[in-house]
């Protein structure tokens, strides 16, 4: 079954991959898709036997011997405990929908084989990484999903800003990477294996007696929180924390479901899954997991605070994507690791049901994306409105949906924890609570509620740029900063293969079709279901019985028990931050609409740090990336053109035609220049032997 649930994907890719030109776009559409829903029902029953049945708890399937060098043995295998089980639902439940939708989203597309193959290469690789034994196999998983990101960011590759954004999303990720490949090396070097059963075993008895390898000198828990900060900055690429998020946004250049299977479900909560899969090395690193905490923790709140003021629909669902990680990480940095993956799981549901819901108005609207061209949806797209709804209510943590169990969880288990940290956390994803409700609130009414904004509604539409442009545009200071809507909406506009539709379309906003609003519909019923269903196995009193064996907590870490005797105000406090940001959005979205033009008028500093996400782009472009190109520039002209080249190859070859033009000199054709130089030889000749006596 397992091997099933893994290999069914690839098939996928290779049928639609191969063979996708010959059979045509809608068998290589009906051949993956086929394959992920069953791939997902399999998940689905792992998941009942192994995390909620009296299946056994940690469990190994052999596939291959890898490799084996020396004391380096790897074997193809997988790992198969409830962690796992959880992460094999989550992706293929999550992929499996993205390719039925895309069905309908991409129908106009002439490279649908091609995108099916790449989801479902995607697909694979992630279930490689979420299944893998040891090191070597996660690490061969994380960079096939970095691969096949780069493909689907840049799957519209005609356009310069998804090839440059792929290409974003890939360098950015490597420097993530790089530091996980050396946390791989420095495992090795200190337990001799990378199976993690073996590693697992030894981390214990190294931490306590500091017997065996000696990794740069440092005792044996800074050896083993080196380790763990490695190994956490290829967390930090891949799920997009702080200082390594600058790829997450820029990744909306690819298609609406590209965004929702890297966003919601896969990619970006691998990095998550690392952290708490290696929980019993990072358990013995208390400072690795005061980083982990910090990070996440400022990340969370960064990420609010730029979606505030986003434009664009799927870059406010991006940066809302980046502060939910945070959460994430905070909660395994405290020691809440249950809590941790809980929130991944419910985000799961109900970002791909938003990242999809925004891909249906995009749909309706033809392509449109800017926030500020939109409006009065409800009436035109009520399924996708209540969908998005529903979504809103989640994600803001609304009592008895999803995201109240989990995100509360993390916000009570941040506030139970004992540490400067923890403190410091609570603080910060109390106060990312209220900014995730307003900035959430705030798309729903702007697209949703109001006048129609969109083009084709009549002269009022064209007039809302005047003084309905939302924040900054009635402020001519702004300008600069702003995207125009116009623009941005076609720089950015979804489906790059150009339909011909335009803003100037005059056919009204449609409902998409029902191969795109089922899976709204089954994303829904996980949006405000999965929460109450399984809060109890994930972070209840009986978590022990379902993670037992998963992950690892030392003795005296009780935060799992503890976070549910947190004072009441702490209980409240997420749900009177949705009701303030709700408000808030409420009045200056829908009652006073001329009050976001007046407050970024008020505070044009902020609100321009706001709006160009803390100018940690422009910053990485001044250190990094202009110095990058003036060296690359004087190593290519200076380097290699004048020093190499002109000492090297270029240098000889011209130095040889100096010599052979004088030498071409003396070829005259005239016979007394010859005889000349004849008399000259014979006389050189004689004063020789005179001068040396030579016999």
Known sequence: MYQAIVFLPLLGFLVAGIFGRFIGARPSEIVTTALLVVSAALSWVAFFDVALGEGPEVFRVQVATWMVSGGLSVDWAFRIDTLTVVMLVVVNTVSALVHLYSIGYMHEDPSRPRFFAYLSLFTFAMLMLVTSDNLVQMFFGWEGVGLASYLLIGFWYQKPSANAAAM????????????????????????????????????????????????????????????????????????????????????????????????????????????????????????????????????????????????????????????????????????????????????????????????????????????????????????????????????????????????????????????????????????????????????????????????????????????????????????????????????????????????????????????????LGVLAVGALLAGMLFKESFVGHDWHHFWEGAIYTREGNTIMEDFHHVPAWVVWSPFVMMVLGFLGAFWMYIRDKAAPARLAGRHPVIYRFLLNKWYIDELYDMLFVQPSKRLGRFLWRTGDGRVIDGLGPDGVSARVLDATSWVVRLQTGYVYHYAFVMMIGVAALVTWYLVTGAR
């Not at 008895?205 to 490695?230: K, M």
């Not at 999809?356 to 995009?362: E, F, M, R």
């Not at 705030?442 to 003084?467: K, M, N, Q």
Request: aromatic share 12%; glycine share 12%; proline share 4%.
């Open 168 to 519: 974003k999303a890939f360098v950015v990720n490597r420097v993530g990477d790089f530091g996980f490949a050396l946390g791989i090396f420095a495992v090795f070097f200190l337990f001799g294996s990378v199976q993690f059963e073996e590693i697992f075993a030894a981390i214990p008895a190294y931490a306590e007696t500091g017997e065996g390898p000696v990794l740069l000198g440092l005792s044996s828990e800074g050896a083993i929180t080196l380790a763990a900060l490695l190994l956490f900055m290829g967390a930090m690429g891949k799920s997009a924390q702080f200082l390594l998020h600058t790829w997450l946004p820029d990744a909306m250049e690819g298609p609406t479901p590209v965004s929702a299977l890297i966003h919601a479900a896969t990619m970006v909560t691998a990095g998550v899954f690392l952290v708490a899969r290696m929980s019993p090395l990072f358990e013995f690193a208390p400072t690795a997991l005061t980083v982990v905490t910090y990070v996440g923790a400022l990340t969370a709140f960064f990420a609010a605070t730029v979606g505030l003021v986003q434009n664009d629909i799927k870059r406010v669902i991006a940066y809302s994507t980046c502060s939910q990680l945070g959460y994430m990480f905070v909660a395994l940095g405290i020691g809440a690791y249950g809590a941790g993956i809980f929130h991944l799981f419910t985000h799961a549901f109900f970002k791909a049901l938003l990242f999809l819901g925004a891909g249906s108005v995009i749909h309706a609207l033809h392509h449109e994306q800017d926030l500020r061209n939109m409006g009065g949806l409800r009436r035109h797209i009520p399924f996708t409105a209540a969908m998005m709804a529903i979504g809103t209510l989640a994600l803001t943590g609304f009592p008895f949906t999803a995201g109240y169990y989990s995100k509360d969880a993390i916000i009570e288990a941040a506030y139970a924890s004992p540490t400067t940290a923890g403190d410091v956390a609570f603080v910060a994803t109390v106060i990312a609570a209220l900014f995730t409700s307003f900035y959430s609130w705030r798309l729903f009414f702007l697209a949703f509620e109001g006048a129609p904004r969109w083009a084709g509604h009549g002269d009022a539409t064209h007039a809302a740029h005047g003084h309905d442009d939302h924040e900054g545009v009635a402020h001519g200071a702004h300008d600069q900063d702003l995207e125009p809507a116009h623009a941005a909406a076609h720089e950015h506009a979804d489906h790059g293969h150009g339909h011909g539709h335009g803003h100037g379309h005059g056919h009204a906003p449609h409902e998409s079709p029902l191969v795109m609003t089922i899976p």
